[in-house]
């Protein structure tokens, strides 16, 4: 089993939306939260949104807050990324990340690479103009 599948990915114009998937399973099937990032050829691995598995509770970035926004189906291990407003600069190769240490901090700690311990392979977002 591999811990974590993205899925949903594809190209649309400026302005539109797409909602990407990621399940988990195995080690990632409790985690205690899911992150999702975003890596643009050239450019670092980029936060965009966690969600904490148990509670629900998620964090999203001032920058990306109201057109990103992360949710959770626990009977179906599921946790979607719904992206609206789509603009070209969102372009990127999409991540979902699982974190299975017990968290100390607040959900808006969580949002660097290190924070999490299982990756999946990612899925290509391509917005045009």
């Known amino acids: 089993q591999v811990p974590l599948v993205e899925s949903g990915g594809g190209s649309v114009q400026a302005g539109g939306s797409l909602r990407l998937s990621c399940r988990t399973s195995?080690?990632?099937?409790?985690?205690?939260?899911v992150g999702w990032f975003r890596q643009a050829p050239g450019k670092e691995r980029e936060f965009v949104a966690n969600?904490?598995?148990?509670?629900?509770?998620?964090y999203v970035p001032r920058s990306k807050k109201g057109r990103f926004a992360v949710s959770r189906r626990i009977a179906q291990n599921m946790v979607y990324l719904q992206m609206n407003n789509l603009r070209p600069e969102d372009t990127a190769v999409y991540y979902c990340a699982a974190r299975t240490s017990f968290p100390f901090w607040s959900d808006d700690h969580y949002t660097k690479i290190d924070d999490f311990d299982y990756w999946g392979r990612g899925t290509q977002v391509t917005v045009s103009s």
């Open positions: 195995g080690p990632t099937s409790s985690p205690y939260h």
């Open positions: 969600i904490h598995w148990s509670s629900g509770g998620t």
